[in-house]
């Protein structure tokens, strides 16, 4: 039996889950928030540090000033509420990693907090500038707190290595690509592996012979084909700005939108693709906000701008489900909804399985409306499968930390 933490660091954040291997038992989760955050006079404001823990749930609000504090009270946390009895129980510990470009071709073992790994993580941060070098801070933050316990990386962009040349290189200048690495990465791998390999076993499918077209739909969105467990194609590209609509991102759009917009409205490059990233998708579709219940609550008053928004959504998504099933060759299993809005809104996706009944797929309307977990909401006489999987990232980061680290 091992314990292990399986941790994400953002900018300003740390989501971890504490699990007991190989049950695969989340014994403690939660989040710290705010970390470093200060007012217009640069005067530190209060964090947040959220554990959960035997059905309860505590909340504290120290300040924060760094990862490594952070870390720190979660740690201190963890024995104060006697959830461990010392820090030795921690065997490992297991960071989510978005950009690995193709340098990493799997999860990997950490070589120290300035190591090879961290370094080659820092190296591709231009491909993640949100994210890696946060997650470098966490790396660094647990090492500082358990100097001795192992540290494995798995990344996002990891499950996606498969994809075949035609897949995941686009149509620019050659040498863009053996200079920059500009191709399609994907993300959300981590979510996809896990949802894929759960629709086999939800089939009763060997692994290797079940193709699943996976829709992670939450606040950032992406889908994926999978044939025998491994992926085809995915449509988050070089960042995770391609693709399908999300809560602020526009996914797929003419690039020269960014130079139409430079020249009318004055803006750098910069500023037209953060406005992409962040100010548009649900947010900037509806006008109302990035969280689908809101553009859901607008919808049912009449807005047509939120109406507008879920049928430009289900439109992306149905033709994306659809060129997938070519790309499998008309062989598969399973269509999975995952991630917020894939398993909480059944109008969504009414609208995109409506859009695929050419393809034979028919949805069970009791069984779309019950709000449960894992479930089928397909009918029986539809020809492809159609199952909600809620995805557990945490359990792949940890099923990697014991395997790479060889934790017993």
Wanted: with cysteine; net charge neutral; aromatic share 6%.
């Amino acid at each position: 039996m091992a314990k292990i933490m399986a941790v994400n660091a953002g900018s300003s954040s740390i989501k971890f889950q504490l699990l007991e291997m190989p049950e695969e038992k989340v014994i403690a989760s939660g989040t710290v928030e705010k970390i470093g955050s200060v007012d217009g006079s640069g005067k530190p404001l209060n964090g947040i540090v959220t554990l959960k823990y035997n059905g309860k749930k505590e909340e504290t609000t120290p300040v924060i000033p760094t990862h490594a504090e952070g870390v720190q009270l979660v740690l201190d946390a963890l024995i104060d509420k006697q959830i461990l009895k010392s820090l030795d129980e921690i065997n490992g510990v297991g960071h989510r990693i978005v950009q690995g470009g193709e340098y990493f071709k799997d999860s990997t073992l950490v070589d120290g907090p300035d190591g090879v790994v961290v370094n080659k993580i820092a190296d591709l941060a231009d491909l993640a500038p949100l994210h890696n070098p946060a997650h470098i801070v966490g790396i660094k933050a647990f090492y500082k707190a358990l100097p001795k316990v192992p540290e494995v990386v798995v990344f996002d962009t990891v499950f996606h290595q498969t994809m075949p040349e035609e897949a995941y290189m686009y149509a620019i200048p050659y040498e863009w690509y053996t200079k920059y690495g500009i191709r399609k990465y994907g993300a959300h791998g981590t979510s996809h592996k896990y949802v894929s390999q759960r629709a086999a076993e939800l089939i009763g499918k060997p692994l290797n012979e079940t193709n699943v077209i996976v829709c992670h739909l939450g606040n950032g969105a992406s889908i994926s084909a999978v044939e025998g467990g491994k992926c085809k194609d995915t449509s988050m590209g070089l960042t995770p700005l391609e693709g399908i609509p999300m809560g602020t991102r526009t996914g797929n759009i003419d690039p020269t939108v960014v130079s139409y917009i430079c020249n009318k409205e004055g803006k750098t490059a910069d500023e037209v693709v953060n406005i992409l990233n962040k100010k548009s998708g649900y947010l900037g579709l509806s006008g109302r906000s990035n969280d689908a219940r809101d553009v859901t609550e607008g919808m049912n008053n009449g807005d047509h701008r939120c109406k507008l928004t879920f049928d430009v959504q289900a439109k992306r998504v149905a033709d994306y489900i659809a060129s997938y099933w070519l790309y499998l060759g008309g062989k598969v299993d399973v269509i999975a909804f995952t991630a917020g809005m894939g398993e909480n809104l059944k109008h969504l996706r009414q609208k995109i399985v409506a859009r695929l009944a050419p393809l034979g797929v028919k949805l069970d309307e009791k069984l779309n409306d019950t709000f449960s977990d894992e479930r089928i909401i397909s009918t029986p006489d539809s020809k492809i499968q159609v199952w909600i999987i809620p995805t557990n990232e945490e359990v792949m980061i940890a099923r990697d930390t014991v395997r790479v680290a060889n934790i017993k």
